[in-house]
């Protein structure tokens, strides 16, 4: 008798199944990030996605038995998560953000940024119901889920979502048809804002590559399948926000608000601009290295912003 045939006699439940894959998991050390935090997490999301069932239901539904041709089907998504390390969400295709569904592939990073609870709160307390952005600019977009939230969230606005990567703005288009955003957000191919010469906005919310050398030197092998050029970003990670601060007031309306996320990079930019009066946001679902800068600081620290892109 071979090792399946031995585990698929003696699993029988959804249950059975997602604490196999939960322990085979943690004997092989994964690491979790992408849309989880835990192996029994993964392992629920693999199970749910081979039987075509929401990740959401009645707690019985664990007791059912499976097909044999279910449980082989799920043991071969647990051996490439295993194997392969490979993401949950790049085997599924699907993963969410600010509570909306998107499609992933390894053209893009898997989006966790914690800008999805800011866009939920529509940016409140920054933005004010009477002043809803109408202009919205999601650098750096990715698969377009900035850029599609801020739609969702922000019914009356328009949306412009840039990346450099045709690659990546073919995932944003699978995105934007999917949630029906044709109308609403437009991709559009930049390097940082040279496709929006002349536009301005509201507000400008980008996740820019921003891993330093040394982070990238120890990312865990999961990270791997991820597009390289959508992670590092120089030495301390900021060869493209220094950009973004040069250039973001030319694109903003008065009054208008800059986000930006640098994660672990934050120590960088505080050693670049210590005199620079960042407003550095907190998430209570975690996260951080997230600062936002108005217009008015944008310009008036622009001398210091040129200063460091020399």
Not at 30 to 55: E, I, K
Not at 64 to 69: K, N, P, Q, T, V
Not at 213 to 223: M, N, R, V
Request: glycine share 6%; proline share 5%.
């Amino acid at each position: 008798m071979n090792k399946l045939t031995s585990v698929t006699n003696q699993l029988h439940s959804i249950a059975d199944y997602c604490r196999y894959g939960a322990t085979l998991f943690n004997q092989a050390e994964l690491f979790y990030g992408h849309g989880s935090d835990n192996a029994f997490s993964d392992a629920y999301t693999l199970v749910m996605y081979a039987l075509s069932l929401p990740a959401e239901h009645d707690s019985s539904l664990m007791a059912c038995r499976l097909l044999e041709s279910e449980k082989e089907y799920i043991l071969a998504l647990f051996k490439r998560r295993v194997e392969e390390r490979i993401p949950v969400a790049y085997i599924t295709n699907i993963t969410y953000f600010s509570q909306l569904p998107f499609y992933v592939d390894e053209r893009v990073l898997i989006p966790r940024s914690p800008l999805g609870e800011l866009i939920e709160k529509q940016f409140s307390p920054y933005i004010s119901e009477q002043k809803t952005p109408k202009r919205i600019l999601d650098l750096c977009t990715g698969s377009g889920c900035i850029a599609i939230a801020c739609a969702s969230y922000f019914a009356g606005a328009e949306v412009d979502a840039v990346d450099l990567s045709v690659d990546a703005l073919n995932v944003a288009q699978i995105n934007i048809e999917n949630h029906g955003v044709s109308e609403q957000v437009i991709p559009i191919q930049s390097d940082v804002f040279s496709g929006v010469e002349g536009q301005s906005y509201d507000l400008i919310v980008t996740n820019p590559p921003y891993v330093d050398q040394q982070d990238i030197d120890t990312l865990p092998a999961e990270y791997h399948h991820e597009p390289e050029m959508g992670l590092g970003c120089g030495a301390d990670g900021l060869d493209i926000v220094r950009k973004i601060l040069v250039q973001s007031a030319t694109h903003l309306n008065d009054n208008g608000l800059l986000f930006c996320e640098v994660g672990n990079s934050e120590v960088h930019v505080k050693a670049l601009y210590p005199d620079v009066p960042f407003t550095w946001l907190t998430f209570e679902r975690g996260g951080h290295g997230v600062f936002m800068l108005t217009k008015e600081q944008l310009i008036e620290f622009a001398a210091r912003f040129y200063a460091a892109l020399k």
